[in-house]
């Protein structure tokens, strides 16, 4: 089946740090590709997307590219704020039946120091 | 108005009691899910329905029982539940289950504690 698989971390980083969180994905046809972003003590919020190869999604200073060549959907931001601090999953769509349904990777939890 | 509501914010119950968990949405969206999360762990998808019919089921254990009464509501009964089913229980909405791409919302979820 289609499956996710992302770094886990821990990962540390001071402020203004540069960010990149690898995501790879294994899946039959093209799927959607998904960021989402869980702050302490909430739910998930959708950060970024792509539906298609070579989509760039961006948002809040973060970016991924849908890479089909390498089935990646690698997350990067320049400049880290402590603001960012949260678990970040990357996910893909898959269709069962006439529904599609979220694969999330393990996710990664980021700490931003000042 | 992006949002999805749930409630309670937390729940503590008995292995022999009834509870259940409500998730509203006003967005117009036709799909809603019921996810369950365990610390430090990804979501894990329970239940998606799609215009107030259960399209997938995760061979969710009988003890949790969906309903979805209209399109904006989404409830989650539970019954005789065990300590490993402590979790937070996340819902969310889409404008539809079958779209490509369609994103969806997440309500903040209901941290449930099972005695």
């Known amino acids: 089946g289609n499956s996710v698989t992302q770094m886990e971390g821990p990962v540390t980083l001071s402020e203004e740090a540069f960010l990149t969180i690898n995501c790879t994905y294994t899946a039959t046809g093209y799927p959607s590709l998904f960021w989402y972003v869980q702050y302490p003590g909430e739910g998930l919020q959708l950060l970024l997307k792509?539906?298609?190869?070579?989509d760039k999604g961006s948002n809040k200073g973060f970016e991924a590219t849908y890479r089909k060549e390498t089935t990646s959907f690698h997350l990067e931001k320049g400049s880290v704020q402590v603001s960012d601090s949260a678990v970040y999953f990357c996910a893909l769509s898959d269709r069962q039946g006439g529904s599609e349904k979220l694969v999330f990777g393990k996710g990664m939890k980021l700490t931003v120091n000042p | 108005d992006t949002e999805v509501t749930q409630t309670p914010k937390h729940l503590v119950m008995g292995m022999t009691n009834k509870k259940s968990l409500k998730c509203e949405q006003h967005m117009g969206h036709r799909a809603m899910y019921w996810y369950k999360q365990k610390a430090k762990k990804p979501p894990e998808l329970m239940f998606v329905?799609?215009?107030?019919?259960?399209?997938i089921n995760e061979s969710v254990p009988s003890r949790f029982s969906p309903e979805c009464p209209n399109s904006s509501l989404l409830n989650l009964h539970l019954h005789a539940l065990q300590p490993e089913d402590s979790a937070l229980y996340l819902c969310?909405?889409?404008?539809?289950?079958?779209?490509?791409?369609?994103?969806?919302?997440f309500g903040p979820g209901t941290r449930l504690t099972v005695l």
């Open positions: 969310a909405s889409s404008h539809t289950s079958g779209g490509a791409g369609d994103t969806q919302y």
């Open positions: 329905y799609s215009y107030e019919k259960l399209s």
């Open positions: 792509a539906t298609k190869a070579d």
